[in-house]
């Protein structure tokens, strides 16, 4: 093991100091929190891809290749789906909007309103998504080293920290390549193939195992569903994701870059399934379907392979869980914080040095994410609390606000509040992984949106036309220009 662990300690010495390299280029707010706008198709994709597959897409999409075969890959599909609509529909025009966070753009359309409700719908989300990446730490420092959870989830947090707080998203730009780059060589190029191999081929794997393990659509209709709602609805408005939409060099680079990356997401939620499917056949009696690519690592890969693919492991829960801090501390700065500080804030104040108040507040989200890790300990429930605030609470403002001219802002509001609470009280009633809140959240979020849009006064002519300017690129200056304390596009 030692060729093995000299690997996983090589790379994540190379996180460190991707970290430190990145702190050269990040001097001003759009460098720290977007990297400049201005990354090229090939970072572009490779980034996207990299921060929408973590250890729930490695990890949970093999287990559920082993539960389910190879419907199993539904789950990554979804994300995969959702990035391909994002990027081709969507995508060209939220980049064009020249704003960091996606309240500031409920803002600008909806004027300057909705911001601080639904800063703290997505904080929430940005929050719990970064716990779920975190907590995934400790399941593989443990196959690494065989270490506690709980040292495990400080010891991954603190390097995540560190390097996402040095140099923002510049750091986690060239992080998640050196990732994406480890993802697809380990998981792809080497453990897919060894663990059909090692299964005796797809044609044992058949003999072997039941039919329904090679239908497209085992998993159940209402699971798929449900997976497409949480999963492919939420890569549209995520501020993780959103936050790298932002980072493109031009709209034409987030439409090609980003479709590129959904293609991708797509072979690898097919090779998660599949190494599950091989797990089944090799190990059929696991104590837990997540033990899959753990137990295929450990007695599939030989010396120095299995360090790489561990740190392909590793770099899934990186990429995620730095991209999920870094829109955490955004939103709490930017969303949250500075409209608060706006309010209480004496006159003529000031400006405080944004990168490094951004900075502070990486360090601040990223301690109470490794502690809230620590405490929780269920992955899916996390994620899906995650999924079902967010995509309940938001995505129909988001959507109404970029489709339907009449949607007004008290609508927005009155959908982010009546969606949010639908979902935490059928949460409460029906269980937290039930199908019904995310189902009963959307519709009474929907039909609030359009019936109180219908019933009050439309939105000002002047905030459309100023909204309808920034679609088309024809915005002035950057969100960092306006006044301290005042938010943009208020």
Known sequence: MAVDYAVIVVYLAGMLALGWWGMRRA??????????????????????????????STIGGVGLGYQHGLSGAWMVFAIGLGLLALSILFSARIARLKVYTVSQ?????????SGLISGIVMWAYTLMLAVTSTIAYAT????????????????????????????????????????????????LLLLLPIA????????????????????????????????????????????DIWQRVFTARSDRVAKIGGTAAGTYCLAYALAGAV??????VLHPNLASADDAFAVMVNESLPIGVKGLVLAAALSAVMSTSSGALIACATV???????RLRGKVAAA???????????????????????????????????LTVAYNLLVGGLLVPILGGLLWKRGTATGALASVAVGGVTVVAFMWAKGILANEPIYYGLLASLLTYVVVSLATKPTDPAVLEAWRKRLAGEAGPEPEEAPAGVPAGA
């Open 348 to 382: 003529g104040e000031a400006a405080h040095d944004e990168v490094r108040g951004n900075r502070v507040f990486i360090l601040i989200m990223g301690a109470a994410v490794v502690v809230i890790a620590i405490v929780l300990n269920n992955v899916v429930e996390a």
């Open 105 to 113: 753009m409920l803002d600008l359309r909806y004027g300057g309103t």
């Open 332 to 338: 709490a700065n930017n969303d949250i914080w500075s």
């Open 27 to 56: 001097k001003s707010k759009s460098e720290f929190l977007v990297a400049g706008r201005r990354l090229g198709p090939s970072m572009y994709s490779g980034t996207m891809a990299a921060i929408v597959l973590g250890g729930a």
């Open 196 to 239: 059909v191999v090692k299964a005796g081929g797809f044609s044992k794997m058949a003999a072997e195992l039941p039919d329904d393990y090679f239908s497209p659509m085992s998993i159940g209709a209402q699971t798929v569903f449900t997976y497409v709602l949480i999963y492919s609805f939420g890569m549209l408005i995520g501020q």
């Open 275 to 280: 190494i599950g499917t091989a797990a089944k």
């Open 140 to 187: 593989i420092f443990d196959v690494i080293f065989g270490i506690d959870r709980v040292v495990a989830i400080i010891l991954g947090g603190a390097i995540v920290i560190c390097y996402s707080t040095l140099g923002g998203m510049w750091s986690i730009t060239l992080t998640d390549m050196v990732q994406f780059v480890v993802k697809t060589i380990g998981v």
